[in-house]
């Protein structure tokens, strides 16, 4: 059983960064074997992958964010994050950190944090 | 991008009769084909993989199937708990999901 927690600002600013970190269960990010993904949904609407980090740091991002989206892992804290750029009110969603554990699928995730770009 | 398209947007359905969900890919993507259940205020959770697999704990009233670019799911006996959002997530490439079915239980 993984456990994931997303957490960070739930308000920013438009041309500004979000920046939001999924803590996972203790000693998961130990294994290279699983994935590491962010999945956003913006209200009322559907879901939309991110990006993804394995814990040795390699990365595949959605081609439509490429350009504006870092991930990044931390294995001493249990944490992987993720950070978007030049904010506009269409990165408005509740973000969803996500990993596939036991199947190539999506079946551990978090309960979501809801960030609004606004001034 | 391979564009999953689900149908209908949305379906109503009586009690205990079974529901019948389509996703379609714009190309194939062999059996690496998810479904995933979301009720409201909820993460989504894991229904089915490689098309046809139910992931840990999910119910046999709930099945996949298909491959290439046609997927169903079914849902037997339907119950008012059934109510939600079902979507589609292709991962034979990097991910993308459909637009999502909304069942209701009349």
């Known amino acids: 059983q993984v456990q994931l927690q997303e957490s960070g600002p739930g308000l920013v600013k438009p041309s500004q960064t979000l920046s939001l970190t999924c803590t996972v269960s203790p000693g998961s990010l130990s294994s290279d074997s699983y994935y590491w993904s962010w999945i956003r949904q913006p209200a009322g609407k559907g879901l939309e992958w991110i990006g993804r980090?394995?814990?040795?740091?390699?990365?595949l991002y959605n081609p439509s964010l490429k350009s504006r989206v870092t991930m990044s892992v931390d294995t001493s804290k249990s944490q992987f994050s993720l950070k978007v750029t030049s904010v506009t009110a269409a990165d408005t969603a509740v973000y969803y950190c996500?990993?596939?554990?036991?199947?190539?699928?999506?079946?551990?995730w978090g309960q979501g944090t809801l960030v609004t770009v606004s001034s | 991008e391979i564009v999953m398209t689900q149908s209908p947007a949305t379906l109503s359905v009586s009690p205990g009769e079974r529901a019948t969900l389509s996703c379609r890919a714009s190309q194939s993507v062999s059996s690496n084909l998810a479904w995933y259940q979301q009720k409201s205020g909820q993460a989504p959770r894991l229904l089915i993989y490689?098309?046809?697999t139910r992931a840990t704990g999910i119910p046999a009233k709930f099945s996949g199937s298909g491959s290439g670019t046609e997927f169903t799911l079914t849902i037997s006996s339907l119950q008012s708990e059934d109510s939600a959002v079902y979507y589609c997530q292709q991962y034979n490439y990097w991910p993308t999901f459909g637009g999502g079915t909304k069942v209701e239980i009349k």
């Open positions: 980090i394995y814990t040795s740091g390699s990365s």
């Open positions: 490689g098309a046809s």
């Open positions: 996500a990993t596939t554990v036991l199947t190539e699928a999506f079946d551990y």
